[in-house]
C-alpha cells in the first residue's frame, strides 16, 4: 500500500484535510491505522490530550462534527517541513471556515504527522485553543 498513490505524508494530509472539509466519518476511518495516536499538546479543561486507537479518535472527531458549530472550507499551507523520517512531517497551516457562532474563522496549528502504510499512526495537534475557542465563541 506505500506505493499506492497519496499513501505517503503528504498525500495523507490532503486526504486528511478533504475529510475534515467533507466531514466523512467513513474517509476518516480509512485514515486512521487502528493502534493510531492523536495527541493535543495544548489542551483546555474539558478537551481530551491523548486519543488512542481508530476507534476512539473517529467517534471524538464524528461527535465534534455532529455538535460543533464550525464548518471547515480550506487550508491555507504555510509550510511543510520533512524530517529525518520520510514517514514524518511537519505541518503548518491554518484551517479556514464558518462558524455557526460567530461567522468566518482562521484556526491556526502546527501538525506533526507519522503515516505507515497510508495510513496516521501519530498526529500530534498543536491546535491554537484561544483561537478555537473564539471560533465557537467561547473564552478559553
Keep these: ?8 505524508a503528504r498525500g495523507v494530509l490532503e486526504r ?18 487502528a493502534d493510531a495516536v492523536h495527541e493535543f ?3 483546555a479543561p474539558g478537551l ?10 473517529v467517534n471524538w472527531i464524528a461527535a465534534g462534527w455532529k455538535d460543533g458549530p464550525l464548518k471547515y472550507e480550506r487550508y491555507r499551507t504555510l509550510a511543510v517541513h520533512d524530517t529525518a523520517d520520510p514517514a514524518t ?4 497551516q491554518e484551517a479556514l471556515g464558518t462558524s455557526a457562532s460567530t ?38
Design 1 to 8: 500500500m506505500t506505493a499506492e498513490r497519496g499513501a505517503g
Design 89 to 92: 512531517i511537519i505541518v503548518e
Design 103 to 140: 461567522g468566518g474563522f482562521a484556526l491556526p496549528n502546527i501538525v506533526v504527522l507519522t503515516v505507515r502504510d497510508g495510513q496516521i499512526v501519530h498526529l500530534r495537534d498543536y491546535v491554537n485553543i484561544p483561537a478555537a475557542m473564539a471560533a465557537i465563541g467561547r473564552e478559553s
Design 48 to 57: 481530551p490530550s491523548r486519543l488512542e486507537g481508530r476507534d476512539e479518535i
Design 41 to 43: 499538546p495544548f489542551t
Design 16 to 33: 486528511y484535510r478533504r475529510a475534515a472539509i467533507d466531514q466523512s466519518v467513513a474517509e476518516m476511518s480509512r485514515l486512521y491505522a
